[in-house]
């Protein structure tokens, strides 16, 4: 871990790291510590406890997803490149940040389990991002900003989540690169008509209409 780091970006680093690694039930504070190299006292007085760690880290890393992918956002874009454009943005911060594609790996599979919220988050920040964009020349359609949102997840998420079935057969990964092999390429390439199914659309509101508000969670660290 890089010793340029504030002790406070130190804890969080290790914090990622180990929630990813080990899961966040499994990632006792003894061990963020002893991975940060401070002590324990400093884990409780910036942070406070456990959760709030996990807090911090999930505000982090999606203002760095956003933060990186807003730039490249046209506000004037139709809502399907609006969409593109997001996607590739969020996939060039994590194809160079190994931990954080592991930590929301591992979030995919907290989130089956009903555990953590980063998930939640992304897809409500995602949506916000594009209502922005698509109010600019039209009002925004719920159902198609919901269709949208669906469909960064999935292409974001979905080699995340693949990435070591990826690794292990060259042919997919062959595959995919011919194809595209971003985010950004793959929304091109599919009609609106055809992803996400509408059981995945109809299940969004439970997480990006529940009332949260990402920009609340954009931990400044």
């Known amino acids: 871990m890089s010793c340029d780091l504030t002790g406070k970006a130190r804890i969080r680093q290790a914090a990622l790291q180990l929630f990813a690694s080990k899961g966040y039930a499994q990632a006792s504070l003894r061990r963020i510590a ?7 006292a400093l884990i409780g ?4 406890s456990k959760v709030l760690l996990r807090e911090a880290v999930d505000g982090w890393l999606l203002r760095t997803l956003t933060e990186a992918a807003v730039p490249g956002l046209d506000p004037r874009a139709p809502l399907s490149e609006a969409a593109m454009q997001l996607a590739s943005g969020y996939e060039a911060v994590l194809a160079v940040e190994p931990d954080s594609r592991a ?7 907290d989130d ?8 939640a988050l992304f897809l409500a920040q995602t949506q916000q991002l594009l209502r922005g964009a698509d109010s600019v020349s039209r009002p925004a359609d719920p159902q198609e900003l919901r269709r949208w949102t669906a469909r960064v997840f999935v292409h974001v998420f979905g080699p995340l989540v693949l990435e070591s079935a990826l690794q292990r057969n060259e042919a997919l990964v062959a595959e995919w690169e011919t194809t595209g092999g971003t985010a950004g390429e793959a929304l091109r390439s599919q009609g609106v008509a055809s992803w996400p199914p509408p059981t995945l659309v109809h299940r969004l509101p439970r997480y990006i209409d529940a009332g949260v508000s990402p920009s609340s969670r954009l931990v400044a660290l």
Do not use: K, P
């Not at 007085?45 to 406070?48: A, D, P, Q, S």
């Not at 089956?112 to 998930?119: L, N, T, Y």
């Open 34 to 40: 002893q991975r940060a190299g401070v002590s324990l």
């Open 45 to 48: 007085h910036h942070f406070g």
């Open 103 to 109: 930590y929301l790996r591992r979030a995919v599979l």
């Open 112 to 119: 089956a389990r009903g555990e953590g919220q980063v998930i």
